[in-house]
């Protein structure tokens, strides 16, 4: 697995890891390594996979090597895994474990080569304030009384582009 694959960068220097991809990036060189494939709605797979993406030859993030030992700074990223609450075998969901503060999260944030990544907290890393434009989008899609095409036209004569829509799209999570 390639960082490029699992990352996306909130800003220059904080790269972010999404959990979603790298399980999905890990199923899929298990698959093309093994010919394995796991179902996620089986508990028993769960478990296994939980335990394989727990080992550290398994995980992708490695750190850069000690010039002297050549053994990485770090090399473990703890994921975990609950069942997920829609019911009905529907799979689990995963998260990773932040090595500083241990709170289960969806995103780590590599704000430094020689440390493992960590969660927003214990990055302190703030959310980016919402343009005018991207708030009045927000504001404009809860209003239930008015049409799809009516919102349509407010938001063309408002000058909303379409980056607006992206910013407004990738800050709802």
Known sequence: MR???HTKTVNST???I???NYVTNFLQCIREKEGRTFRTNHDGEVAYMKQLLNDPKYTAFKSMDD????IPFWH???VDCVPSNLGGGRGSIFYFICNCCNRRMKYLYRYSELESPLCRVCCRLKYEA???KARMFSKLLRK????????YLIIQRAGITLDDLNYQANTAF
Not at 67 to 70: L, P, Q, S, V, Y
């Open 3 to 5: 960082m490029s694959q």
């Open 14 to 16: 904080h790269p972010r």
């Open 18 to 20: 999404d959990i979603r």
């Open 67 to 70: 010039f002297r030992t050549g």
């Open 76 to 78: 473990k990223q703890e």
């Open 130 to 132: 919402p343009t005018r």
């Open 144 to 151: 239930t009384y008015l049409s799809s095409e009516d919102k």
